[in-house]
T-cell receptor
Framework: EAQVTQNPRYLITVTGKKLTVTCSQN?????MSWYRQDPGLGLRQIYY???????DKGDVPEGYKVSRKEKRNFPLILESPSPNQTSLYFC????????????FGQGTRLTVV | AQSVTQLGSHVSVSEGALVLLRCNYS??????LFWYVQYPNQGLQLLLK??????LVKGINGFEAEFKKSETSFHLTKPSAHMSDAAEYFC????????????FGTGTRLQVTL
């Protein structure tokens, strides 16, 4: 089954404790991206990757890091989480870019206390 | 630059009534337009998309949308609402020059009542 898998689905952590949210897709997609969803703001892009070893900033990259060492994986790293990073995070992938159909993971609800 | 405005953060309709969710976009070049649906506790799923060609686009679950360049709109409609349509709906825009980014609207939560 074609899918984007995020882990964990729920995470509560404390300020400053490094964490990684994993994202994996099994569709051989070139493009992957991370979004955060906040009430009243819709989805905002954090980082994206057009292919392996190619990443770039989206609209709200501050406080986040990503890497794309393999085509299927695109982890999101919070080196020192802060409460303003409490949000719902989605990983997405598509064949070549966001002008083709994007497939989304089920989301990771992160709470930073 | 590109942007999307969705009018109405909450829309409530009766089962069997017409669903109309509004979306206006801004794009300096011809846009690609999308509607995505998010059911509770799930990721987003593509409903339909417009790239080029026919301006009336049909999607899944009986939804359709019409691209109107003169009005910069891409409203989503469904003739008869069903309880299972209750979800949050997002309009989004990109274009051939910015395939790296899909810009979303703030979403419209659709409630369907008996």
């Amino acid at each position: 089954e074609a899918q984007v898998t995020q882990n964990p689905r729920y995470l509560i952590t404390v300020t400053g404790k490094k964490l990684t949210v994993t994202c994996s897709q099994n569709m051989n997609h070139e493009y992957m991206s991370w979004y955060r969803q906040d009430p009243g703001l819709g989805l905002r892009q954090i980082y994206y990757s057009m292919n392996v070893e190619v990443t770039d900033k989206g609209d709200v990259p501050e406080g986040y890091k990503v890497s794309r060492k393999e085509k299927r994986n695109f982890p999101l790293i919070l080196e020192s989480p802060s409460p303003n990073q409490t949000s719902l995070y989605f990983c997405a992938s598509s064949l070549r870019g966001m002008n083709t159909e994007a497939f989304f993971g089920q989301g990771t609800r992160l709470t930073v206390v | 630059a590109q942007s999307v405005t969705q009018l109405g953060s909450h829309v409530s309709v009766s089962e069997g009534a017409l669903v109309l969710l509004r979306c206006n976009y801004s794009s300096s070049v011809p846009p690609y337009l999308f509607w995505y649906v998010q059911y509770p506790n799930q990721g987003l799923q593509l409903l339909l998309k417009y790239t080029t060609g026919a301006t009336l686009v049909k999607g899944i679950n009986g939804f359709e949308a019409e691209f109107k360049k003169s009005e910069t709109s891409f409203h989503l409609t469904k003739p008869s609402a069903h309880m299972s349509d209750a979800a949050e709906y997002f309009c989004a825009v990109t274009n051939t020059g910015t395939a790296s980014k899909l810009t979303f609207g703030t979403g419209t939560r659709l409630q369907v009542t008996l």
